[in-house]
């Protein structure tokens, strides 16, 4: 109820800014929201598909996934339409979708780190998640000292590559553009094992076919990421409904949907 009534205060104010931005001498942006927009009345949010639970096309041709309905939820709240756009994931850590205004957040499974606040604002954490590491069934690989003279697939500009990177001294890393090619690798036998975080990876276990054959405590959380400059009261504005969303028990529910067993 309480939430309803918000709405309608917010409404009613959005229509007092619309009529006297008619009269002003129209303003660089059609922007109303004063969060700086880059389509007025929607959020546009950019992710990196398919990273199944997080993001990913269901049966219905849907966009579906915790990022994805959560980001709706925030967007819905703020009274705003929701609009993705699909990219590549090196241009999302980047932060180059934000700076060429293709959107105005990145909903897609990124872990905050000090290298990416450099480049980029982030939200309050919205999911903690471990990495991990995928192998076939019955696969002699247990851990990545196994991976010595093996191959491990990992997803590029990733927090996986990274950790790959550090810790897989002595094995190949081959880096793939997206989950749609490092998946298929593994099933195809072109590497032995796959890095990334553990809920990706556990949609990947193929009824038994492969398992997951080590986790790994990374202190990782995810955070929706802004642009760097400017984008301070839309960051506000996001904490606010994901504030709200844990509080009304609607945040849970959407967890629950993606990550109870």
Same mark, same amino acid.
């Given at each position: 109820?309480?939430?309803?009534?918000?709405?309608?205060?917010?409404?009613?104010?959005?229509?007092?800014?619309?009529? *006297?931005?008619?009269?002003?001498?129209?303003?660089?942006?059609?922007?109303?929201?004063?969060?700086?927009?880059?389509?007025?009345?929607?959020?546009?949010?950019?992710?990196?598909? %398919?990273? $199944? %639970?997080? &993001?990913?096309?269901?049966?219905?041709?849907?966009?579906? /996934?915790?990022?994805?309905? *959560?980001?709706?939820?925030?967007?819905?709240?703020?009274?705003?339409?929701?609009?993705?756009?699909?990219?590549?994931?090196?241009?999302?850590?980047?932060?180059?979708?934000?700076?060429? /205004?293709?959107?105005?957040?990145?909903?897609?499974?990124?872990?905050?780190? %000090?290298?990416?606040?450099?480049? *980029?604002?982030?939200?309050?954490?919205?999911?903690? #998640?471990?990495?991990?590491?995928?192998?076939?069934?019955?696969? #002699?690989?247990?851990?990545?000292?196994?991976?010595?003279?093996?191959?491990?697939?990992?997803?590029?500009?990733?927090?996986?590559? #990274?950790?790959?990177?550090?810790?897989?001294?002595?094995? &190949?890393?081959?880096?793939?553009?997206?989950?749609? &090619?490092?998946?298929?690798?593994?099933?195809?036998?072109?590497?032995?094992?796959?890095?990334?975080?553990? %809920?990706?990876? *556990?949609?990947?276990?193929?009824?038994?076919?492969?398992?997951?054959?080590?986790?790994? =405590?990374?202190? =990782?959380?995810?955070?929706?990421?802004?642009?760097?400059?400017?984008?301070?009261?839309?960051?506000?504005?996001?904490?606010?409904?994901?504030?709200?969303?844990?509080?009304?028990?609607?945040? $849970?529910?959407?967890?629950?949907?993606?990550?109870?067993?």
């Amino acid at each position: 109820m309480h939430h309803k009534a918000r709405n309608a205060v917010a409404a009613v104010l959005a229509v007092g800014a619309l009529s *006297l931005a008619a009269c002003g001498s129209g303003s660089d942006s059609a922007d109303e929201s004063g969060l700086g927009l880059v389509n007025d009345g929607t959020l546009t949010v950019c992710s990196n598909l %398919p990273f $199944q %639970p997080f &993001e990913y096309v269901d049966d219905n041709g849907e966009y579906a /996934g915790f990022d994805m309905d *959560l980001s709706r939820e925030i967007a819905s709240g703020m009274g705003l339409e929701w609009e993705l756009q699909n990219v590549g994931f090196d241009g999302l850590q980047s932060g180059t979708v934000l700076a060429a /205004g293709q959107c105005d957040m990145i909903a897609a499974a990124v872990t905050i780190t %000090p290298e990416r606040e450099e480049k *980029l604002a982030f939200s309050d954490p919205y999911y903690d #998640s471990l990495q991990s590491l995928l192998v076939p069934e019955g696969s #002699s690989v247990k851990s990545l000292e196994d991976l010595a003279g093996k191959k491990i697939g990992v997803q590029q500009g990733t927090t996986g590559e #990274s950790y790959a990177r550090d810790n897989a001294g002595d094995a &190949e890393i081959i880096s793939y553009q997206s989950d749609a &090619e490092l998946f298929p690798a593994l099933q195809a036998g072109n590497i032995d094992a796959v890095l990334q975080d553990l %809920p990706v990876n *556990l949609d990947h276990t193929d009824g038994g076919a492969f398992t997951i054959s080590a986790t790994y =405590e990374t202190d =990782e959380v995810y955070g929706f990421a802004m642009k760097k400059t400017g984008s301070e009261d839309l960051v506000a504005a996001v904490n606010a409904e994901l504030a709200e969303l844990r509080s009304n028990g609607k945040y $849970q529910e959407i967890y629950d949907k993606y990550f109870t067993e």
